[in-house]
Each structure stands twice: as structure tokens, then as C-alpha cells.
């Protein structure tokens, strides 16, 4: 006689640990205070938008409102995970996260949830996603096993989803002009006169081995006409190599030397001629 062939339960665990069971509480009442407080004290519009507007005006923020980085031959720009947590703040009774819902050692895969809540008006936005344990390497796909590496390949793919959650649930038009005045400082860049801008621009660059005349061939054009629109986008650029969204080859490209460069414009004769009729 055949025998029936189990199902595997679904059901949750019967027991779970005292700290999980204090932590679910805990959120569950934080939830519920965070709502009571968003009612009971509404955000000022008119305050949050002079605080984002002194925000956007200091330097370190408009250094890091921006990402950029190479996708399929082109640059993909935008407003960065730091601008976005800047203005979850300053917009106020936002709350947004990034939670690791379960980890699959054995398919090398963790399941993920990024989310942003504005508590004050129920405006939510979420999503769920896979993350796999391995990274993009010049050298192909690398499969992640080390615990710090998963976490921090988690958080970087994670980073991404918050953003545009916290876009999400904010005013469009609070983000506009928020965009616009991080690019106008670093457009005014802090007050310098631009000679020194342009100056101090080229010496970073030199400091990750990024000349000045593959800087100009980038621009198009030399460092004496270089624009505050120039060393703002130097500046991004700069920054999204250090965050290695980018690299310094695919931004500034080695210049190809010619055939007539290696041998000085003279083209060599053939063997025969170089040693005389036989």
C-alpha cells in the first residue's frame, strides 16, 4: 500500500526567542506612536522647505546629492540616496528603512524590503526584492560566503530601492528644487573664485591619476575655458568614483596612440630596401 508522502509544514515556529518577542512588541507600539505623534504634531511646510533650502546650500550635501554611473555605453545620473535621506528629515514624520525579510545560504540569496512611510498623511511606499550573494568583478562573477561582504552587497543593492521609496511618498516639487539648489552651489562652488576651483579640481584628479590633459579631452575644450557648469560635473564625477559607481578609465579614457606616434611619423622601409639589392 502506498504511503501518503508528508507535506511540509508552512506554519510559523511555535516558540521564538524573548528578544524577538520583546523587538515585535516594541515595533508594533513604536508604529502606533509614531502615528499619535505625526497627528499630534503636523509638519510646518513652510519651515521644512527654508531648512531644505539651507541644506542644499552647504557644500558637503551637494557634493553627494548626486550619483552617476555607466550603463549599456551611457551615463546614468540622478539624485542620490543622500539627498533623499536629507530630505526625509528635514520634510519630517517620514520614516523609511531597509529590512533583510530571509537569507537562502543554499541559493546564495537574500530576500529584501525597502520601504519609505510618510506617518502623517499614510502615504506608503515599498518593495521587495531578491538579492543575489555574488558580485560583478572585472574578472567575472564572484560568489559572496563571507558574512561582512553579503551585508554590505545587501545595503549597497538596498541603498537604491530606500531612494526611490523616499522620492516616492515626497512632493515632487520639493525635490525639484531641492535639486536644483544642490547643483546651483556646486555651480558657485562655496564662494571660491573658479581660477581656484578649476585649479584645485585638476590636483584631485591628479590624485588618483587622472591627468589634466585627459581631463580636458573629457571637456572638450581646455582649463582656461572651463565653465562652473565644468567643475561641477568634475565634482560629481569625482564623487561617484570614490563611491565606485564609476571608474576613472571609463570616465576619462586613455588616449590611443597612433602608429605614426610610436614611430615618430617616419614609416619604415622594408627589410630588402634597408640592406640593398642583392
Known amino acids: 500500500m502506498n504511503q501518503p508522502v508528508p507535506i511540509p509544514s508552512t506554519t510559523t515556529p511555535a516558540r521564538i526567542g524573548q528578544g524577538t518577542a520583546v523587538e ?20 510646518n511646510i513652510q519651515a521644512a522647505v527654508a531648512e531644505m533650502r539651507e541644506s542644499c546650500r552647504q557644500m558637503f550635501l551637494a557634493e553627494r546629492a548626486f550619483y552617476r554611473y555607466s550603463r549599456g555605453g551611457s551615463t546614468v545620473t540622478g539624485p ?41 498623511t499614510n502615504s506608503r511606499n515599498s518593495s521587495t526584492f531578491i538579492v543575489p550573494h555574488r558580485r560583478d568583478t572585472k574578472n567575472g ?5 563571507d558574512m561582512r561582504d553579503i551585508y554590505e552587497n545587501n545595503a549597497n543593492n538596498g541603498a ?18 531641492a ?18 576651483r578649476v585649479a584645485d579640481a585638476i590636483k584631485t584628479f591628479e590624485g588618483i591619476g587622472i591627468t589634466a590633459d585627459r581631463i580636458e579631452g573629457r571637456l572638450d575644450r581646455p582649463s582656461a575655458k ?53
Open 179 to 196: 535639486k536644483e539648489l544642490c547643483n546651483q552651489t556646486l555651480r558657485d562652488g562655496g564662494g571660491k573664485p573658479l581660477a581656484q
Open 80 to 120: 542620490s540616496v543622500h539627498l533623499a535621506r536629507e530630505l526625509a528629515r528635514v520634510w519630517g514624520n517620514v520614516q523609511y528603512g531597509l529590512v533583510e525579510m530571509r537569507r537562502d545560504d543554499d541559493y546564495g540569496q537574500s530576500e529584501m524590503q525597502a520601504f519609505a512611510w510618510d506617518v502623517q
Open 160 to 177: 537604491r530601492r530606500v531612494r526611490e521609496a523616499i522620492f516616492a511618498i515626497l512632493p515632487p516639487w520639493f525635490v525639484e528644487e
Open 24 to 43: 515585535q512588541s516594541r515595533a508594533a507600539a513604536e508604529v502606533q506612536a509614531a502615528v499619535v505623534v505625526a497627528q499630534q504634531c503636523p509638519r
Open 226 to 278: 572651463w565653465t562652473e557648469h565644468d567643475v561641477a560635473q568634475l565634482i560629481v564625477i569625482y564623487k561617484s568614483i570614490q563611491r565606485g559607481e564609476v571608474t576613472a578609465e571609463d570616465e576619462f579614457p586613455a588616449p590611443r596612440v597612433s602608429a605614426d606616434e610610436l614611430t615618430g611619423g617616419k614609416t619604415p622601409k622594408p627589410a630588402e630596401q634597408q640592406g640593398g639589392a642583392a
Open 141 to 145: 562573477v564572484k560568489q559572496l560566503t
